[in-house]
């Protein structure tokens, strides 16, 4: 009994030394967002907002957004069911942190290696639909319900893609365990599956892009034609979370194109230097330079119009990862190198 409680315990503690970090992560993005885009663009970003008196470059700007946000009045609509008008961030919040139960930050930390990893990340990241659905139908608002059509209609499409994007993973590595995915691209920089598997590298992260409705794929957010789409009743806590939900999302997306494609925590330097040591700073690093990735995104491409974004989903990027995974399967089966030797 007594060992029982320690493993509840001791799990309880690793899910709070992964959440808590994810939350500041969040917030934290949030402000080099900003800079990012403002130093692309020629702008100074937030530079006031200090703590206890120093300006700090601006280091205090998501503690005050933060306040902000929870200090807000939730407002219902008129009409709306309020138990899934609060329920729908919740859903979305849920399934954005539950999904880290299974990513390996390096080798044996990792708060669950199970060995179904990568169904357990598809089956998670699949689910946030339903908090766009519940929260657009809940809201009794007509751009909320069509906002919320088109961002679950991209969202679907994308998957499709991603899931392909994966099943090439799967071939090449032959696991479905995201530890086991990182060990089969040890051998230095060019056993990375980035290089065999680069039209499915690019869609992958492309698709995870336009999954998480991010710039250039955010219709369902079009300020010049619905408003701010399936949130666009939400105010205080509850938009809060939807916020958090899309910012983890990201970080998730870049993560997983990390340890699928980017060797995970292993280093792209070989020889006996510390550098060229496995690290989970390397998995930091490549996580962090497809964040930049991101933000780059939003401050150079214009908005794509809706019919271009299904048209690529599904008239481009499926029909290339489903060709791409028969080569893969090919050249696995035959043992052709030099990768799959």
């Known amino acids: 009994m007594m060992e029982q409680i320690i493993l509840v315990v001791w799990t309880l503690v690793k899910i709070v030394a992964i959440v808590l970090p994810l939350i500041v992560v969040v917030a934290y993005l949030t402000y080099a967002e900003r800079r990012v885009i403002g130093f692309m663009q020629g702008r100074m970003g937030p530079n006031r907002v200090g703590i206890f008196g120093f300006k700090l470059w601006g280091l205090g700007q998501p503690f005050a957004d933060t306040f902000k946000l929870l200090l807000k009045e939730i407002i219902f609509p008129a009409n709306a069911n309020k138990f899934l008008f609060l329920m729908a961030p919740v859903i979305t919040l849920a399934t954005a942190f539950a999904a880290w139960a299974v990513v390996p930050f390096s080798d044996g930390l990792v708060l669950a290696d199970i060995n179904a990893g990568l169904v357990y990340i598809l089956a998670m990241t699949s689910l946030g639909v339903y908090g766009v659905i519940i929260a657009g139908w809940a809201s009794n608002s007509k751009y909320a319900i069509l906002g919320a059509l088109r961002s679950a209609a991209q969202i679907v499409s994308y ?20 530890t086991e995915i990182v060990h089969s691209q040890s051998g230095g920089l060019f056993s990375w599956f980035f290089i065999p598997l680069f039209p ?92 930049l990735l991101y933000l780059w995104f939003r401050a150079t491409f214009p908005r794509y119009r809706y019919d271009q974004i299904m048209r690529l989903g599904w008239k481009i990027f499926i029909p290339i990862t489903i060709a791409w995974i028969m080569v893969v399967a090919v050249l696995k089966v035959y043992h052709i190198g030099p990768w799959f030797s």
């Not at 392909?164 to 032959?174: D, E, N, P, S």
């Not at 590298?201 to 999954?211: D, H, L, P, T």
């Open 200 to 291: 499915l590298f690019v869609i992958y992260f492309i698709s995870g892009v336009a999954e998480t409705n991010r710039a250039p794929f955010d219709v369902a957010e079009g300020e010049s034609e619905i408003v701010a789409g399936f949130h666009v009743e939400y105010s205080g806590a509850a938009f809060a979370l939807f916020f958090l939900g899309e910012y983890a999302n990201m970080i998730m997306i870049s993560a997983l194109t990390a340890i699928m494609f980017m060797g995970g925590w292993y280093s792209p330097i070989s020889g006996e230097s510390w550098i060229a040591q496995p690290s989970i700073l390397w998995f930091f690093v490549k996580t962090g330079f497809f964040l």
């Open 159 to 178: 998957e499709i893609a991603m899931g392909f994007a994966l099943v090439g993973v799967l071939i090449a590595a032959g696991s479905l365990n995201l």
